[in-house]
């Protein structure tokens, strides 16, 4: 699996950005897929996810109510929309993909995804 992000860039706070990561394989609508981020000198944290067919979603507790994670499956696709963006969303973001079933507890764990894209860099200037 490959995955493809795309959609960073710098926006002012209040603002909004679409991301986008385009992933290859056939058995995409299987996969849990997840958008992580990190900023400068932090850990890597968990920003939503989303279940394969079904499309059950999850959120940090920190973007819950201006991001919006969702997928394209006939286009093997998966979106984060974010809205209403402040400084502190300034990171390194990331599509990850699980292949395997995840229970709710696990889903904010790194170690659960498989592969991982190679980042688009989110600026938000106050």
């Known amino acids: 699996v490959q995955l493809q992000a795309s959609g960073g860039g710098l926006v002012q706070a209040g603002g909004s950005l679409r991301l986008s990561c385009a992933a290859s394989g056939r058995t995409f609508s299987w996969y849990t897929m997840g958008w992580f981020r990190q900023a400068p000198g932090k850990e890597r944290e968990f920003v939503a996810a989303i279940r394969r067919s079904a499309g059950s979603t999850y959120y940090a507790g920190s973007v819950k109510g201006r991001f919006t994670i969702s997928r394209d499956n006939a286009k093997n696709t998966v979106f984060l929309q974010m809205s209403s963006l402040k400084p502190d969303d300034t990171a390194v973001y990331y599509c990850?993909?699980?292949?395997?079933?995840?229970?709710?507890?696990?889903?904010?764990?790194?170690?659960?995804?498989?592969?991982w894209g190679q980042g688009t860099l989110v600026t938000v200037s106050s």
């Open positions: 990850a993909a699980a292949t395997k079933q995840i229970i709710v507890s696990a889903i904010t764990l790194r170690r659960q995804y498989d592969y």
